[in-house]
C-alpha cells in the first residue's frame, strides 16, 4: 500500500502565527489510520493549539508508547524532537528527558492500553511527582492493533463489537490523576474541537503537571450500539462543566460579567483559562475533591463529564521539588558536575 506525501510548497498567502509559522508547518506525515479515527482529529487539536500559542515546533519534544494512540506524534509536529518509547514506559523516558532539559515543552502522547495496562505504574509515578508535561491519552476503551479486545478503561457492561459483555470494572485515569495530585486534569471529546482545542492549550501552558483524558472512538471496533466510548454515546451523555477559553496574559483583559458567571484561573506562567459556567449552581474547577465527587456522581448517572475539571494556579514542578539549578542538567560541564575532592568529604561527612 502506498500513500501520498504532501506537498512541501506552502501558499504564500497563508497566515503566519507570531514566530512566523503557518498551520502547515506544525503539522506531520500522513496518517495511515482508519478513515474517521479520533486520534486524527486529536492531532488536529494540537496542531490547532501549538500554533495558536506561537511555539517554535523545535521547542516541543514529544514521546509515546505502543499502540493506534502512540502513532499519531508522528502526524503532527514533524520539526519537533520526538521519540517513541517501548510499551507503557513513555512517563519514565520523558521524565529522565524533562530533568535534563527543562528548557524543552514536554508533550506525551498514549492510549487507555499503554497508559491504564501496562504503564498504570509509570502513569502514577508522573502524576505523584509532578512532572511539568502535557500527558493525553487518546482512550477509545479497546486494544485497536489487535482486534478490539477490551482495555482496562471500558466500562462495566459495555458491549465489544461482537457482543460481549465486559465484566470487569473500568480504571478511571481522570480520577487516579486527581487522587495523586495532577495539577491541571481535563478530559475531552475527539467530536468537540471547539472545547479540546483550548483544553490543550491550557495543558501545554500549565506550570505542572497536566493531564487530558480524551475520548476518542475507535471506529473499527468500537462505535456501535452497546459501547459507552462510541460517537454517539458521548454525544448523547456528555455533560460539560464549563466552556473554555484560553486567554494569553500578554494583553490586559477586561471583563464586565455578573458574579458566578466566569472564573479566570491565572496560571503559573501568567497566563489565564477564562471559565464560563453552564450550570446555575456554577461548577469550581479549584476544589479537587469536589470534582471528583461531581465525577462520581455523573458517573452513577450514566454521563461523561468533559472539560476542566481541576486546576491548580500555583502549581510547581518536579525541578522546584529537587531543587536543580536554572541552567538544563544536559548543558552543565565537568566543572559544574565534579566540584572536587573537598566538596565529596563534605558530603560524606554530612551524611555519617
Not at 207 to 233: E, L, M, Q, R, W
Request: negative net charge.
Amino acid at each position: 500500500m502506498t500513500y501520498l506525501a504532501k506537498p512541501r510548497l506552502h501558499h504564500p498567502t497563508l497566515a503566519t502565527n507570531k514566530v512566523g509559522y503557518t498551520r502547515r508547518d506544525y503539522e506531520g506525515k500522513i496518517s495511515t489510520l482508519c478513515a474517521g479515527c479520533g486520534h486524527d482529529s486529536i492531532s488536529a487539536a494540537i496542531i490547532e493549539a501549538c500554533w495558536e500559542l506561537d511555539i517554535e515546533p523545535h521547542r516541543v519534544a514529544k514521546l509515546s508508547g505502543i499502540g493506534c494512540s502512540s502513532k499519531t506524534p508522528d502526524y503532527f509536529l514533524g520539526a519537533s524532537h520526538g521519540f517513541n518509547t517501548v510499551h507503557g514506559r513513555m512517563p519514565s523516558v520523558l521524565t529522565g528527558a524533562n530533568l535534563a532539559n527543562r528548557d524543552l515543552l514536554y508533550l506525551g502522547v498514549s492510549g487507555d492500553g499503554d497508559s491504564a495496562s501496562i504503564g498504570l505504574g509509570q502513569f502514577a509515578h508522573a502524576m505523584r511527582r509532578g512532572v511539568r508535561m502535557a500527558y493525553i491519552v487518546e482512550n477509545n476503551g479497546v486494544y485497536g492493533l489487535t482486534k478490539g479486545q477490551f482495555s482496562a478503561t471500558a466500562d462495566q457492561g459495555s458491549k465489544s463489537k461482537k457482543g460481549v459483555v465486559n465484566t470487569d470494572s473500568p480504571v478511571d485515569l481522570v480520577a487516579m490523576a486527581l487522587q495523586l495530585g495532577a495539577s491541571y486534569v481535563g478530559r475531552g471529546f475527539s467530536g468537540n474541537k471547539a472545547q479540546l482545542v483550548p483544553l490543550i492549550k491550557g495543558a501545554i501552558s500549565h506550570g505542572g503537571a497536566a493531564f487530558i483524558d480524551v475520548i476518542s472512538p475507535c471506529v473499527a471496533f468500537n462505535n456501535h450500539p452497546g459501547s459507552t466510548k462510541s460517537y454517539d454515546y458521548v454525544r448523547e451523555h456528555n455533560e460539560a462543566v464549563s466552556r473554555i477559553d484560553f486567554i494569553s496574559g500578554r494583553e490586559e483583559i477586561a471583563i464586565d460579567i455578573e458574579p458566578g458567571e466566569v472564573m479566570d484561573v491565572r496560571q503559573h506562567d501568567g497566563t489565564l483559562l477564562r471559565l464560563r459556567s453552564l450550570h446555575p449552581d456554577y461548577y469550581d474547577p479549584g476544589d479537587r475533591h469536589a470534582a471528583m465527587a461531581y465525577m462520581q456522581r455523573h458517573h452513577e448517572m450514566g454521563e461523561v463529564v468533559t472539560g476542566l475539571l481541576y486546576v491548580d494556579p500555583l502549581a510547581t514542578d518536579l525541578h522546584t521539588a529537587l531543587n536543580t539549578c536554572d541552567r538544563p542538567l544536559n548543558a552543565l560541564g565537568p566543572a559544574e558536575l565534579c566540584p572536587g575532592a573537598q566538596a565529596l568529604e563534605r558530603l560524606n561527612a554530612s551524611l555519617r
